[in-house]
């Protein structure tokens, strides 16, 4: 069974421009989360998507949004990037998104310039 | 402050030795998990556990969590140069609803000299 997978692994913008990341989940999972890893903030939540609908939500400003589409792929989208914005955005995969394991993508490196 | 607090930051060992990493909680943890991750990768991952006292092994690693449910610890035994990377706790509900959250750990970095 094919792994979660993300595109692009990697993405250079610069500020103000969005930025679009598309994260394809393991067969049969329904749930995606997306984090944020930095080097000074470590591992953060995003969002929860289940069912095309966002179930949680963390705290983080609205230029951060997501979605998810009916085959359970998610996309999460920046607006008006800033330099703070570069990190590694990795999304999660589970069956339900309840006290569950969570399988990680290889993540997408965003520098923002 | 860190929900989630391991120790140490960071661990350099010779290739052969044992070594324990950390996870404490001030609050009680209802599913803690760890992943281990290669720079700039993502996260691989290890073992759950829910229960207190509950202990689970794969190959040289084991992970215990403790019976009060706030600490759990991962030890590795003979250590390999392919156990150099950084290890990740997490935990469900932390503070708040689960659907799909879980907090980290700040790491542990690992490095493993042949």
């Known amino acids: 069974k094919a792994g979660v997978t993300q595109t692009p692994r990697y993405l250079i913008k610069t500020r103000g421009q969005q930025v679009t990341l598309s994260c394809s989940p393991i067969s049969g999972h329904r749930s995606v989360s997306w984090y944020q890893q930095t080097p000074g903030q470590g591992l953060q939540f995003l969002f929860e998507y289940f069912s095309e609908t966002q179930r949680n939500k963390g705290n983080f400003p609205g230029r951060f949004s997501g979605r998810q589409f009916s085959n359970s792929r998610s996309e999460m989208n920046v607006s008006t990037l800033e330099l703070g914005d570069s990190a590694l955005y990795l999304c999660?995969?589970?069956?339900?998104?309840?006290?569950?394991?969570?399988?990680f993508g290889p993540g997408t490196r965003l520098l923002v310039l | 402050s860190q929900e989630l607090e391991q120790s140490p930051q960071s661990l350099i060992v010779q290739e052969g030795k044992n070594l324990t990493i950390n996870c404490t909680s001030s609050k009680t943890l209802y599913g803690l998990y760890w992943y281990k991750q290669k720079y700039g990768e993502g996260l691989i991952f290890l073992m759950m556990?829910?229960?207190?006292?509950e202990e689970k092994s794969h190959e040289k690693i084991t992970a215990k969590l403790d019976e009060k449910k706030q600490q759990s610890s991962l030890h590795i035994t003979a250590s390999q140069p392919s156990h150099a990377g950084i290890y990740l706790c997490?935990?469900?509900?932390?503070?708040?609803?689960?659907?799909?959250?879980?907090?980290f750990g700040q790491g542990t970095i690992l490095t493993v000299h042949p």
């Open positions: 999660a995969s589970g069956r339900s998104g309840g006290e569950e394991t969570q399988y």
């Open positions: 997490g935990a469900d509900r932390v503070g708040g609803t689960s659907y799909g959250k879980l907090t």
């Open positions: 556990l829910q229960k207190g006292g």
